[in-house]
């Protein structure tokens, strides 16, 4: 396996909706080395989720990995690695809440984003079996991040407002410590 170049915004091919993976494509080594790539890669540049497009690659596939514990993030539950083929989302609740998402394509940045908190994924694991799960909160905008990626959108898109856009320096330096403040030093 590989650590493979993350592509970064930009490239055209971020914004390309990237097609469906075809059954005869599924449990293919072709398949297998791609995905076993995008798992070194995404250990190698640190994540918690990594689309095909990132890495160059036209396909409708995504990894989701949320290590457990504290994060800036708040209290994570544990989302062990998770290979999505063609996935479908659908949002069950849409009330929304916002955390500030990064992404390996747009180092150095974080924006402050809104998103259901609520949703149903639809996804193929390698071997073609449909797997069904429903997210709440962080992982929700995380699947949610992950998809767009798919469909030729960045979370920078859903940025509201322009004024929370930061570098992650001036995020940790100046706000930061304003959004500890008002969650009561947590
Ligand atoms: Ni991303």
């Known amino acids: 396996m590989a650590v493979r170049k993350i592509i970064r915004m930009g490239h055209p091919n971020l914004r390309r ?81 916002g955390y500030w998402e990064g992404c390996l394509s747009i180092p150095g940045l974080r924006g402050w984003v809104e998103r259901p908190q609520h949703v149903r994924v639809r996804f193929l694991d390698l071997q073609g079996q449909t797997h069904e799960t429903e997210a709440r909160g962080f992982l929700a905008t995380v699947f949610q991040h992950e998809f767009d990626h798919l469909d030729g959108r960045l979370y920078v898109d859903h940025v509201a407002d322009p004024t929370r856009l930061a570098f992650e320096d001036e995020y940790a330096r100046y706000v930061l410590p304003h959004e500890e403040a008002a969650a009561g030093g947590g």
């Open 17 to 97: 909706v990237a097609r469906p993976l075809l059954p005869e494509e599924l449990d293919s080594d072709e398949l297998h080395r791609l995905v076993g790539d995008m798992i070194d890669t995404l250990h190698d540049y640190g994540g918690i989720g990594l689309a095909a497009p990132q890495v160059n690659e036209n396909v409708r596939l995504a990894i989701v990995e949320v290590p457990g514990g504290p994060s800036r993030y708040g209290a994570l539950d544990r989302t062990p690695l998770t290979v999505c083929v063609n996935p479908e989302i659908e949002v069950v609740d849409p009330e929304t809440a």
